[in-house]
């Protein structure tokens, strides 16, 4: 594959990647609902090479459940240059919570969908149990689905990162009420990860026009809320030419300031890394 025509800044970052296995090492449990072929730290150093990412946020696979020993064996293989979002049950004792801290975690992941492991009623619960420890809740979820939670979320009074411009499993108009509570999440100071937008694009690549003219209004909106992702290795879908995806921001994000707030400031703000 060829590389990007985008040029990164200094410091960009993939806010939102996943390692599967070993799995003589870190296999799935015998339930797992979601299930991935092995992708492994050194073919995901090919793709930080050739896209020219210097960070990165791993985030923990569905499919591990609550055990993140293969998301922080990797954090600690990549060093300083990595973070995590991670996944653990209520009651978790302060001592765990404060040993993922300092390895590197920085989130919850709060995924909503089929194959995820949490109750809506759990959700006040673990953010109060994370929120002394800085963390966010990072929300998957299906984005029309916000309309009968915004309350619920708002109410939350944590830090709040949206997976993948909303997710609208149906993509929706800018105008739809869903995507008007996605906007007031943001205007309240949700992040939103702009990636994956072949999982629920109908239009389809180069620029995915459906999810990237909500994309282009939440960057107009919210440039310093806006973060970009490869969602490698795409669990559940065909390999991906993270080089075209990294490109749909030259569509997206046409001014290069705008496209260093959502590459390199904005995560280093969020995750805690050196403002390069």
């Given at each position: 594959?060829?590389?990007?025509?985008?040029?990164?800044?200094?410091?960009?970052?993939?806010?939102?990647?996943?390692?599967?296995?070993?799995?003589?090492?870190?296999?799935?449990?015998?339930?797992?609902?979601?299930?991935?072929?092995?992708?492994?730290?050194?073919?995901?150093r090919e793709v930080q090479a050739r896209l020219g990412l210097e960070r990165v946020v791993?985030?923990?696979?569905?499919?591990?459940?609550?055990?993140?020993?293969?998301?922080?064996?990797?954090?600690?293989?990549?060093?300083?240059?990595?973070?995590?979002?991670?996944?653990?049950?209520?009651?978790?004792?302060?001592?765990?919570?404060?040993?993922?801290?300092?390895?590197?975690?920085?989130?919850?992941?709060?995924?909503?969908?089929?194959?995820?492991?949490?109750?809506?009623?759990?959700?006040?619960?673990?953010?109060?149990?994370?929120?002394?420890?800085?963390?966010?809740?990072?929300?998957?979820?299906?984005?029309?689905?916000?309309?009968?939670?915004?309350?619920?979320?708002?109410?939350?009074?944590?830090?709040?990162?949206?997976?993948?411009?909303?997710?609208?499993?149906?993509?929706?108009?800018?105008?739809?009420?869903?995507?008007?509570?996605?906007?007031?999440?943001?205007?309240?100071?949700?992040?939103?990860?702009?990636?994956?937008?072949?999982?629920?694009?109908?239009?389809?690549?180069?620029?995915?026009?459906?999810?990237?003219?909500?994309?282009?209004?939440?960057?107009?909106?919210?440039?310093?809320?806006?973060?970009?992702?490869?969602?490698?290795?795409?669990?559940?879908?065909?390999?991906?030419?993270?080089?075209?995806?990294?490109?749909?921001?030259?569509?997206?994000?046409?001014?290069?300031?705008?496209?260093?707030?959502?590459?390199?400031?904005?995560?280093?703000?969020?995750?805690?890394?050196?403002?390069?």
């Amino acid at each position: 594959m060829t590389g990007p025509k985008l040029q990164v800044p200094k410091g960009a970052t993939d806010t939102h990647m996943h390692f599967y296995g070993p799995f003589d090492r870190y296999p799935f449990p015998p339930d797992a609902a979601r299930r991935a072929p092995e992708a492994l730290l050194a073919a995901y150093r090919e793709v930080q090479a050739r896209l020219g990412l210097e960070r990165v946020v791993v985030v923990q696979a569905a499919g591990y459940g609550f055990d993140n020993a293969a998301t922080m064996a990797n954090v600690a293989a990549i060093g300083e240059t990595a973070r995590a979002v991670v996944v653990v049950p209520l009651g978790t004792p302060e001592a765990e919570l404060q040993r993922l801290t300092d390895a590197g975690a920085r989130g919850l992941r709060v995924f909503m969908l089929d194959g995820g492991i949490y109750d809506w009623a759990d959700v006040p619960a673990l953010a109060d149990m994370v929120r002394p420890f800085g963390w966010h809740l990072q929300l998957q979820l299906d984005g029309r689905e916000l309309i009968e939670r915004l309350d619920f979320i708002e109410d939350l009074d944590i830090q709040l990162v949206i997976d993948h411009t909303g997710k609208f499993l149906d993509p929706v108009e800018p105008d739809h009420p869903a995507f008007h509570c996605l906007e007031r999440l943001v205007h309240e100071g949700a992040y939103v990860k702009l990636s994956a937008p072949y999982e629920t694009s109908k239009v389809g690549p180069p620029t995915y026009d459906d999810i990237g003219t909500l994309a282009k209004m939440l960057i107009r909106q919210a440039p310093d809320r806006m973060l970009w992702a490869t969602n490698w290795p795409h669990p559940g879908h065909f390999p991906k030419d993270e080089a075209m995806l990294l490109d749909t921001l030259l569509d997206w994000a046409p001014d290069p300031h705008t496209r260093r707030l959502i590459l390199s400031d904005n995560p280093a703000r969020l995750y805690g890394f050196p403002k390069a």
